[in-house]
């Protein structure tokens, strides 16, 4: 039966001019669950177990998996709104963003997904009934496209033209090759023709499907693509041939944005509810409303950059320097630089990322959830790229000053250089160089990136490992049950073995071998916690150490380990064990874990979101986002607050439900991770609420204590803490308490409150020596000598001298001393400190033209084997080769008169 829902829409299409883009997807949803179909969420934009991807960027990503056959659902037709995003790799066209009206970063994907269930037949009427029936789209505006057989080995798609002949006439039925209409999933697997639905950007669509060189494929302007019909009935094989699936499948994906647009009549998908909000409040922050003529397409780029941006963090994806994360970067810089090009010139995109928030939480709660982290993300990069702009637009504008006017290209190593030291975007350097008419080779300069940064490659594609099909067909033929929340041991039945990664029927004495049983009690490694070791044993005296315990697969535990004694055969009944006091300290450091994210919100704010983690039996690491260093009395609190959890000692719950209704009790879940339907809900302490698989205490107090030992910074905006707890925060403690009491010793404290008078009293004698050591070197270095260690070379004085122990420092305040002295002239120093030459060449400001600090202390520095430079008044350089100064002394006169000659 037909929800209402989906004709009200079609009423308010037909009798309204304002159209909510978001009642589309709404009642999108609504049609295809009243016709069977499960409504399954969107996933992340981190693809999950691909790394062939950068982000999802269709609808049919998340059920990849389900239509290869290796993964089972309980359901045979699905519909989904999926967030998308194509801004890296082969569908980059960030440049077109915001001066186009449909090209955009972020998008939704509506589509309907049969597996093995309906195909062309239903197909074909759903997507006509939906957009004729329900949004009440004229028929005459519409036409549609066929695979014409040319291109691939499949024949002319005769069964979806005879399907399409009752709803459209056949003048309004297009045939095009397969370069149009057939899609792959990659090089080999499933595929088939697909079939396009078009409207005609004016008018009624024109009948002219028999006429070459006409139709959508040959007309781009004319038409507008709305909706992909992908008819998986084949699979390609590695030559190149086609064989038929046994269950023909299909995927189709409609653009949000598009449809919204066409609904409502809008010329641009920037005029929808989608996105007209976001470009209208960019121009209220600017003072300006209305149309902005040349400048309408920065309000565009904020709008769409913003939307993308609060979508990618609520995804877990922060801004940094390399793969996800600098894609992020340069949407976010590119928006914020054409925000500095209209006039705004306070921070402005935390507001309109936060108003995405606001806009999209109902259908995207995760949003919501992760608004205040969005705002605080958004502004730190804000303010970051704020100064970034500021030194690298200095530095870029001195290089573009410095090219002679016959250039034609921005300097590759500029450029990597703006990136390297000043964190500016390649891209934005190729935007600024193309306005001044120079073009930049962008690949040149990531791999003169990649070199400076000493082999650190840019990881630009997906960071899972893609699991193998051995596990993923033991998964679809076992049953497994995990036993291990209530019980430590059991008796268990060996359902597969592995050896190298193929299935063996039998393993003896020494072999290193995976086990697959049909329970276990042992908890494989995920969500941080480490996977817990144990033992099988078995009659005859047989004995298997179990070294680790994964999950390759999405509810596949393999045990991994070596045969100690005996033989063991698929179908043994074994006993398993788990290593219980390492479990015990595992369940100790993962329940503080989550009482340390607690604690971090509630110090630092709500704006903290945990970004990993590493559970182990020694010790906890936890990665949250927060943009500047933790002080030191924001830590004692955040330890106050553990602690007093830990000896409030209340008890730990856990408990299955709904994701629904566990994100209603308030639980905090990881942010970009893909959760089921059904979610385990645990409880710890009086106050921490989580989504979580792991193992954790019955009562908090057997933690003992939380100790943090440490501190840092890991990413743009991401700090990690490490942390201790039970035996391993007293050890901590004893630890630290000996060093006190040794520090006591050696500075003659009496106790330990006394250590830091004595080492403040010990630093400031230690300052004052410190300066009567660099008075005296100043005076070594500018004393004795006079007159007669100066030469003169062609009117220009020259005086050139070493100085026993002198640092960088004090050759500086010599040279100054020196220079003054000599009123006119060049000074040239040398030391040795730590093994290593120092030179130092100062000119007095009346030479500037003739002489160069820089070029000078360039040439000298070959003596020492190294080199340097600096500014035409003062220049320093090194080198390994201490024995080479005296030649360095000696060469300075020569290295004037070649100067001077030039």
């Known amino acids: 039966m037909r929800r209402q829902t989906d004709y009200a829409l079609a009423v308010m299409a037909t009798n309204s001019t304002h159209v909510d883009a978001h009642a589309i997807r709404a009642s999108f949803l609504d049609y295809f669950r009243a016709r069977g179909h499960e409504v399954v969420r969107s996933s992340p934009l981190v693809p999950q177990n691909d790394p062939t991807l950068l982000f999802v960027n269709a609808g049919m990503v998340q059920f990849k998996d389900v239509f290869t056959g290796r993964e089972q659902r309980p359901y045979t037709r699905a519909t989904s709104v999926q967030r998308c995003l194509r801004a890296g790799g082969k569908h980059n066209d960030l440049d077109n963003v915001g001066f186009t009206p449909r090209h955009h970063t972020l998008f939704e994907m509506l589509g309907n997904f049969s597996f093995g269930d309906y195909f062309k037949q239903d197909a074909i009427q759903y997507a006509w009934e939906f957009l004729t029936k329900v949004l009440a789209i004229p028929e005459e505006r519409l036409c549609v496209s066929v695979f014409n057989g040319e291109g691939e080995e499949a024949p002319f798609d005769q069964e979806a033209y005879e399907l399409w002949r009752p709803l459209v006439p056949k003048e309004r039925i297009y045939a095009f090759n397969a370069k149009e209409n057939f899609w792959q999933m990659g090089d080999t697997g499933p595929c088939g023709p697909c079939s396009e639905i078009h409207i005609a950007v004016e008018g009624a669509a024109p009948p002219d499907a028999g006429t070459p060189g006409k139709g959508p494929a040959f007309e781009d302007s004319k038409y507008l693509e709305l909706w992909n019909l992908v008819f998986m009935q084949y699979e390609k094989l590695a030559g190149g041939g086609l064989t038929d699936l046994p269950k023909p499948s299909i995927d189709t994906g409609a653009g949000l944005e598009r449809l919204a647009a066409t609904v409502a009549g809008a010329p641009s998908n920037y005029e929808t509810e989608l996105l007209a909000p976001l470009v209208r409040l960019g121009k209220s922050l600017a003072g300006v409303s209305g149309p902005q003529g040349d400048h309408e397409a920065a309000f565009q780029v904020i709008a769409d950059h913003a939307r993308a941006t609060a979508f990618l963090i609520a995804d877990g994806v922060f801004p940094d320097r390399d793969g996800r994360a600098y894609v992020l970067r340069r949407i976010m810089r590119r928006a914020i630089r054409y925000g500095t090009r209209v006039g705004l010139d306070d921070t402005f995109f935390p507001r309109v990322c936060t108003e995405v928030a606001d806009l999209f939480s109902d259908a995207y709660p995760e949003l919501k959830a992760a608004r205040a982290t969005i705002e605080e993300v958004a502004r730190a990069e804000e303010d970051s790229f704020r100064r970034t702009l500021s030194r690298g637009i200095k530095r870029l504008e001195g290089a573009l000053e410095g090219l002679d006017s016959s250039t034609k290209a921005f300097p590759v190593p500029v450029a990597a250089e703006l990136y390297d030291t000043y964190g500016f975007p390649v891209d934005l350097t190729g935007v600024i160089a193309k306005e001044r008419g120079l073009s930049l080779d962008e690949a040149a300069v990531g791999a003169e990136v990649t070199e400076r940064q000493a082999g650190g490659e840019q990881r630009l594609g997906g960071g899972d490992e893609k699991v193998s099909d051995v596990y993923f067909a033991l998964e679809q033929r076992l049953e497994q049950s995990f036993v291990g929340y209530e019980q430590l041991e059991c008796e268990a039945k060996v359902t597969a073995l592995l050896v190298e990664g193929a299935e063996v029927d039998e393993v003896t004495d020494g072999d290193d071998v995976e086990v697959v049983l049909d329970r276990t009690p042992l908890y494989a490694e995920s969500g941080g916690q480490i996977g817990d070791e144990g033992a099988l044993s078995w009659d005859g005296g047989g004995a298997l150490a179990i070294l680790d315990c994964v999950k390759p697969a999405s509810a596949l535990h393999v045990h991994r380990g070596a045969v100690r004694s005996g033989r063991l055969k698929v179908g043994a009944v074994v006993s398993v064990r788990v290593e219980g006091a390492r479990r015990d300290a595992i369940r100790r450091n993962h329940s503080a874990t989550h009482l340390l994210h607690h604690a971090l919100r509630e110090v630092l704010g709500p704006h903290v979101i945990q970004k990993g983690s590493l559970v182990t039996e020694d010790r906890l690491r936890f990665d949250f986002s927060h943009s500047r260093p933790v002080t030191a009395q924001e830590r004692r609190a955040v330890e106050a607050l553990v602690n007093a959890e830990i000896w409030a000692n209340a008890p730990s719950h856990t408990e299955e439900m709904s994701l629904d209704a566990a994100k209603e009790a308030g639980a905090i879940g990881l942010f970009g991770e893909k959760y089921g339907e059904e979610v385990r809900v645990v409880s710890i302490g009086r106050s921490s609420v989580e989504l979580c698989g792991g193992t954790h205490v019955r009562h908090v107090g057997e933690i003992g204590m939380l100790c943090v030992i440490s501190e840092t910074g890991i990413a743009q905006g991401v700090r990690r803490i490490e942390a201790v707890t039970g035996e391993g925060a007293l050890q901590h403690v004893q630890s630290l308490t000996t060093?006190?009491?040794?520090?006591?010793?050696?500075?003659?404290?009496?106790?330990?409150?006394?250590?830091?008078?004595?080492?403040?009293?010990?630093?400031?004698?230690?300052?004052?020596?410190?300066?009567?050591?660099?008075?005296?070197?100043?005076?070594?270095?500018?004393?004795?000598?006079?007159?007669?260690?100066?030469?003169?070379?062609?009117?220009?004085?020259?005086?050139?001298?070493?100085?026993?122990?002198?640092?960088?420092?004090?050759?500086?305040?010599?040279?100054?001393?020196?220079?003054?002295?000599?009123?006119?002239?060049?000074?040239?120093?040398?030391?040795?400190?730590?093994?290593?030459?120092?030179?130092?060449?100062?000119?007095?400001?009346?030479?500037?033209?003739?002489?160069?600090?820089?070029k000078l202390v360039g040439t000298l520095a070959a003596h020492v084997d190294g080199r340097g430079g600096g500014r035409p008044d003062l220049a320093q350089a090194g080198g390994p080769n201490v024995a080479g100064i005296p030649a360095a002394l000696e060469a300075a006169a020569g290295a004037v008169r070649d100067q001077l000659a030039q």
């Open 739 to 854: 060093h006190i009491e040794e520090a006591g010793v050696m500075v003659h404290a009496a106790g330990g409150a006394e250590v830091v008078d004595r080492l403040e009293k010990l630093l400031q004698d230690l300052k004052g020596k410190d300066q009567e050591i660099a008075a005296l070197q100043r005076k070594l270095a500018t004393g004795g000598g006079g007159e007669e260690a100066v030469v003169e070379v062609e009117g220009v004085k020259i005086l050139a001298r070493a100085v026993p122990g002198a640092d960088a420092k004090s050759l500086r305040d010599a040279a100054d001393t020196l220079r003054d002295r000599l009123k006119t002239g060049v000074v040239v120093l040398a030391g040795e400190r730590d093994d290593k030459a120092m030179l130092l060449v100062a000119v007095t400001a009346d030479l500037k033209g003739r002489l160069h600090a820089g």
